[in-house]
């Protein structure tokens, strides 16, 4: 299996194999270098894929042969948008999950007590969504996540425990973090794009195309874009028979501590 313990191990042998052939017969510095830029290619991959699970386990897909999915939104809540989002679930009769940034729910409790009231789910995405959040100490870490959970423990009554890692990227100390905490990872399988593309017909092509029975889909609830995309896409997902579950629901896991 393809892992952060697995390739160090890997990598290791094979210089350590390297160095002893080295006695005997000289070997060319471009082997050496070879698998030192492999390895390095490899830890980058892992970290910036989350569904490879390579530092960490990350739930991120349902069952492939059922055909119901799961909606995301990170990022928020945004005094705007999250409002519209909600407003469209309830008329459409959909639940999702919020992956939210403790920073911005500080400003709007109002917004995270509507989201759990609705019967949505609340997960946690750091503090600060802070660009280089993944080089943080792990005690920052843990103090971020500690804090955004406090914020929707103070809104809602809920502990949460699931944490999608910002930007998706993952690396060994965050895992300790997480692991600490108890929390479970949650990625995607489906990512809307929503971040690059403003255009909804394309946007809306796109995940079309590349939809698949168990998708965990991603969106971000502080893009206005989105709001039209997500009407039209939902009425999609109607018409191909597709049912759109609770992430809980949708992964068989509990999504908050016991109270
Ligand atoms: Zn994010």
């Known amino acids: 299996m393809l892992n952060f313990r697995?390739?160090?191990?890997?990598?290791?042998?094979?210089?350590?194999?390297?160095?002893?052939?080295?006695?005997?017969?000289?070997?060319?510095?471009?082997?050496?270098?070879?698998?030192?830029?492999?390895?390095?290619?490899?830890?980058?991959?892992?970290?910036?894929?989350?569904?490879a699970g390579f530092y960490l386990p990350s739930?991120?897909?349902?069952?492939?042969?059922?055909?119901?999915?799961?909606?995301?939104?990170?990022?928020?809540?945004?005094?705007?948008?999250?409002?519209?989002?909600?407003?469209?679930?309830?008329?459409?009769?959909v639940k999702a999950t919020f992956f939210i940034v403790g920073s911005k729910a500080e400003k709007h409790p109002e917004i995270l007590q509507r989201i759990d009231r609705e019967g949505h789910i609340i997960g946690?995405?750091?503090l600060s969504h802070h660009f280089f959040f993944d080089l943080f100490s792990g005690k920052h870490m843990k103090?971020?996540?500690?804090?955004?959970?406090?914020?929707?423990?103070?809104?809602?009554?809920?502990?949460?425990?699931?944490?999608?890692p910002p930007y998706g990227v993952t690396n060994p100390t965050l895992g300790k973090v997480l692991k600490t905490?108890?929390?479970?990872?949650?990625?995607w399988?489906?990512?809307?794009?929503?971040?690059?593309?403003k255009d909804n017909e394309l946007l809306l092509k796109r995940l079309k195309s590349k939809l698949h029975a168990g998708d965990i889909i991603l969106f971000h609830d502080n893009k206005p874009?989105?709001?039209?995309?997500?009407?039209?896409?939902?009425?999609?997902?109607?018409?191909?028979?597709?049912?759109?579950?609770?992430?809980?629901?949708l992964l068989n896991i509990k999504v908050y501590d016991a109270q």
């Open 59 to 93: 739930l991120c897909s349902g069952k492939r042969n059922n055909k119901a999915v799961s909606l995301t939104f990170d990022d928020g809540p945004d005094g705007l948008i999250t409002p519209m989002i909600l407003d469209i679930l309830r008329e459409k009769k």
């Open 189 to 197: 399988s489906l990512k809307s794009k929503d971040t690059v593309l």
């Open 143 to 164: 103090s971020e996540l500690m804090q955004t959970a406090d914020i929707v423990f103070k809104a809602t009554g809920k502990k949460i425990v699931l944490f999608r």
């Open 225 to 249: 874009w989105i709001v039209n995309l997500l009407k039209a896409f939902i009425t999609y997902l109607d018409e191909e028979n597709y049912s759109i579950e609770r992430i809980d629901d």
């Open 124 to 126: 946690g995405h750091s």
């Open 181 to 187: 905490l108890n929390y479970r990872s949650i990625g």
């Open 6 to 51: 697995n390739t160090l191990i890997t990598g290791s042998v094979a210089l350590a194999a390297l160095v002893i052939t080295d006695i005997f017969i000289t070997v060319d510095l471009w082997f050496y270098l070879g698998i030192v830029l492999a390895l390095i290619v490899l830890l980058i991959w892992g970290s910036i894929r989350i569904q």
